[in-house]
């Protein structure tokens, strides 16, 4: 069976639209750090790069190599960890980034890059990271874009932190894209890092 993101992990992926309370367990993920717009057209290379790399995960069993544990899934939604610094949530700099499958090994990624790396369409292979991120803590709330602006969320995340005794870890803000194609940026999960307020 199918291991389907929009189905098992809905509270990760399509949360509520309010705001609350999640724990997020460590996860994998293809890194590729830039800077500017979401939306650009070096984000989209990137997001294309990063995709390429995951789609070839996702179907290494076809290039000779099945890795332990391995079972069909879909291709996680791209994501964004943004490196605010100071308190308005401002950001010039990201880290877009792909969630993989908790089966993957060094050999899964080796094969991977090896494989992008022959097609010679990706400049900025040698850019990409995997690493492993625990955001722990957190709250969050799903967005649509179209009939909310992004401070209007964050404002509903304030307020809830203030109510329940919570209070950020850092000025770092996660974006999740569960859409896909034209409809990409339609829907936005807004997840904050928190601890408990002093």
Not at 140 to 167: G, M, P, T, Y
């Amino acid at each position: 069976m199918m291991q389907d993101w929009k189905v098992e992990e809905q509270k990760l992926y399509t949360p509520a639209a309010e705001a609350h309370a999640v724990h997020i367990p460590k996860q994998y993920y293809f890194v590729i750090d830039g800077r500017g717009n979401i939306g650009s057209e070096d984000f989209h290379e990137r997001l294309r790069l990063l995709t390429a790399l995951s789609k070839a995960v996702q179907e290494i069993p076809q290039h000779g190599y099945c890795p332990p544990g391995f079972t069909d899934y879909s291709l996680y939604p791209p994501e964004t960890l943004h490196h605010a610094h100071w308190p308005d949530g401002g950001s010039a700099t990201y880290s877009l980034m792909i969630r993989q499958p908790d089966f993957i090994d060094n050999e899964t990624i080796d094969l991977a890059f090896n494989l992008i790396h022959r097609e010679r369409k990706f400049p900025l292979l040698p850019e990409v990271a995997f690493e492993e991120a625990e955001d722990g803590l957190s709250v969050q709330l799903r967005s649509s874009k179209k009939h909310e602006a992004a401070a209007e969320a964050f404002r509903k995340i304030d307020h809830f932190l203030l109510s329940n005794a919570l209070k950020r870890r850092n000025f770092q803000h996660r974006e999740i894209y569960p859409g896909q194609g034209s409809t990409l940026f339609d829907q936005v999960v807004y997840r904050v890092f928190v601890e408990e307020a002093e």
